[in-house]
């Protein structure tokens, strides 16, 4: 991803761009900063902090791919995305499906619902930092979860997919591009 944004990114410096490559010059840094921002939290054992930053990562790639698929959205984006006009992540993973011609499998809401009860501190999210105190039971980690490869291994399953879905909205919105 890194080497194919050093290819793209400088080939929208100083040339017209379209509303949607204005928007995606915007959101593909965002999400591969939140992607690194991941990585370097699960190096140093901050799962719980890397799980929360997960959702926001879905988001973005989720905008764009979105934008790609109802490119007449675009004009929502120019207006501020704003909360009541813009649909929200759970809404546009059912428009997603729908535009693919699939009944939804999995509603948009349920795709949602465990990242936004780890986002908001629902008490559903407790699992998420729960670690071994020893013979003390269970407790609440509030630095590193170095015990917890199964926690490890879930956040990577999940972010995997959606850094695939930033690098090919990269080649959707600057086709013309040299790949890396």
């Known amino acids: 991803m890194m080497e194919q944004n050093a290819v793209t990114a400088p080939t929208s410096h100083g040339r017209q761009l ?34 929360v930053l997960l959702r926001a990562l879905v988001e973005r790639a989720a905008i764009l791919l979105y934008l790609h698929l109802y490119p007449e959205e675009i004009d929502r984006w120019n207006r501020g995305w704003h909360q009541q006009d813009a649909p929200g992540l759970a809404k546009m993973f059912d428009a997603i499906q729908t535009k693919q ?6 509603r948009g809401r349920d795709l949602t619902a465990s990242m936004n009860s780890l986002l908001h501190a629902k008490p559903d999210s407790a699992p998420w930092n729960l670690v071994s105190m ?25 972010v995997i997919p959606w850094v695939a879905v930033v690098q090919s909205m990269m080649a959707a919105y ?4 040299p790949a890396a």
Do not use: W
Request: glycine share 8%; aromatic share 4%; net charge negative.
């Open 18 to 51: 379209t509303d949607h490559q204005r928007m995606a010059c915007q959101v593909i840094p965002q999400a591969i900063s939140i992607t690194l921002s991941i990585r370097e939290l699960i190096r140093q054992g901050y799962l719980f902090g890397a799980h």
């Open 101 to 106: 011609q699939r009944d939804p499998t999995v």
């Open 134 to 158: 020893g013979e003390k039971g269970l407790g609440h980690a509030v630095s590193k979860i170095l015990n917890r490869p199964e926690l490890c291994d879930d956040l990577c399953a999940n």
């Open 174 to 177: 600057f086709p013309h591009e």
